[in-house]
């Protein structure tokens, strides 16, 4: 069973420019959440995706959005990048919510210059 | 929101000794996930808690559930140098619906 699959696993961007990121989770898996990584804040959570509806909702600004497909592949966008979006972004994969074991991809290294 | 402190927040042992992470909840907890994480890498998922007094083992990591303290513990028996990297706590909260919300992690580092 193929795991979860984050792509690009590394991307450099421009102030100002906007990037997408995209989640395949497990093969059955309907529901995607996203989390942003820095040193200095930890693991925050972003939005999570169930059944292509969002269901949960992060403290972050709305130049971060997402949205999932019939498959349940997820994408992630960011506009208008600035420095302090370089992080990890990472991507969990469960089966439904709740308390449901929760597998992560390797998640894509962004950075802004 | 529901909130994780994890200690100690770093943490360096000789190989072969013995280690334990906590992981304190702000709400009641209903399920407690372990992971730990390779540097820039992704997380790998450990186990996970439901039931309060539950215990799981994974190879030499056990972790156990206390819901009356509101906390996990993670131990590590006889570390190795393998064991080193970023420990994480998650939780979710009484609803179905809620997110997975991680404490800060803890950085065990194993030393010869």
């Known amino acids: 069973k193929a795991g979860v699959t984050q792509t690009p696993r590394y991307l450099i961007k421009t102030r100002g420019q906007q990037v997408t990121l995209s989640c395949s989770p497990i093969s059955g898996h309907r529901s995607v959440s996203w989390y942003q990584q820095t040193p200095g804040q930890g693991l925050q959570f972003l939005f999570e995706y169930f059944s292509e509806t969002q269901r949960n909702k992060g403290n972050f600004p709305g130049r971060f959005s997402g949205r999932q497909f019939s498959n349940s592949r997820s994408e992630m966008n960011v506009s208008t990048l600035e420095l302090g979006d370089s992080a990890l972004y990472l991507c969990a994969s469960r089966a439904q919510g709740g308390n449901t074991e929760a597998f992560f991809g390797q998640g894509t290294r962004l950075t802004v210059v | 929101s529901q909130e994780l402190e994890q200690s100690p927040q770093s943490l360096i042992v000789q190989e072969g000794k013995n280690l334990t992470i906590n992981c304190t909840s702000s709400?009641?907890?209903?399920?407690l996930y372990w992971y730990k994480q390779k540097y820039g890498e992704g997380l790998i998922f450990l186990m996970m808690?439901?039931?309060?007094?539950e215990e799981k083992s994974h190879e030499k990591i056990t972790a156990k559930l206390d819901e009356k303290k509101q906390q996990s513990s993670l131990h590590i028996t006889a570390s190795q140098p393998s064991h080193a990297g970023i420990y994480l706590c998650?939780?979710?909260?009484?609803?179905?619906?809620?997110?997975?919300?991680f404490g800060k992690g803890t950085r065990l580092s194993v030393i010869a």
């Open positions: 808690l439901q039931k309060g007094g």
């Open positions: 709400k009641t907890l209903y399920g």
């Open positions: 998650g939780a979710v909260g009484l609803s179905g619906n809620t997110p997975l919300v």
